[in-house]
């Protein structure tokens, strides 16, 4: 048996239908279609035109590498309490992925984080 085909390739991801993710090769234009289930977390910091890694076995794309950090955007959080001034509080903030992260109390709706793709976590204010 000869050696199993390893690949790395450049790609962008172009849209979710379900629990197909689909990516595009920026060279050829050809489009590779990754399954939720080989995503994993990673679905929670997919947006479109994301630059990724794919990982091709045998010819076949069977996981994507993400950036180090994606900037989205807060969608639904508590209002900030006035006054509420505790060092290194937080609350919890829904982001327009579906992602939960905990962010500082300041924050509010609209606003936009940088969010750690490697451990979920929120970095900083964008």
């Given amino acids: ?3 199993p085909d390893v690949e790395d390739k450049d790609g962008q991801f172009l849209y979710a239908a379900g629990d197909t993710f689909t990516f595009m090769d920026p060279q050829s234009y050809e489009q590779y279609e990754i399954t ?12 479109d035109g994301m630059n990724v890694s794919i990982l091709f076995f045998d010819g076949k794309a069977v996981s994507v590498e993400l950036p180090n950090s994606v900037v989205l955007e807060i969608v639904e959080t508590e209002p900030a309490v ?16 579906g992602h939960t992260v905990n962010v500082p109390l300041f924050m509010k709706e609209g606003e936009k984080v ?9 970095r900083r204010r964008v």
């Avoid at 939720?36 to 947006?47: A, H, I, R, S, Y």
């Fill in 82 to 97: 006035k006054g509420d001034t505790a060092t290194n509080a937080t609350k919890r903030a829904k982001l327009n992925t």
């Fill in 36 to 47: 939720k289930e080989m995503l994993g977390d990673q679905v929670n910091f997919l947006v």
């Fill in 1 to 3: 048996m000869g050696r």
């Fill in 114 to 122: 940088k969010v750690d793709t490697r451990t979920g976590e929120y």
